[in-house]
């Protein structure tokens, strides 16, 4: 999973968020927005992060993992989801 985000960065991951929906593998998909979701936090941007932490919680839920619970908790904290 990508650490960091340079603009080669971003092309690999909307490569790889594209092959995962091509695949149907909502882990990858998940993954993928946390990922981003939580490097945009320390960044400092947290619309971009809530935005992202939102796509990873409604795929989470479509998938029926387990993080969906996690993901709500993290998006309750922000004030970006009603409990």
Known sequence: MITSYSNDDL???NFEL???FSE???ETVVNIYRSK???DLKAG???SAYFLM???YIYALEGGFSVAKELKKI???AGREAL
Do not use: C, G, P, S
């Open 24 to 26: 149907n593998d909502l």
């Open 37 to 39: 979701a939580e490097f």
């Open 54 to 56: 939102t796509q990873a």
């Open 75 to 77: 998006l309750i904290l």
């Open 11 to 13: 092309d690999i991951a």
């Open 45 to 47: 941007d947290e619309k």
């Open 18 to 20: 594209q092959k995962a």
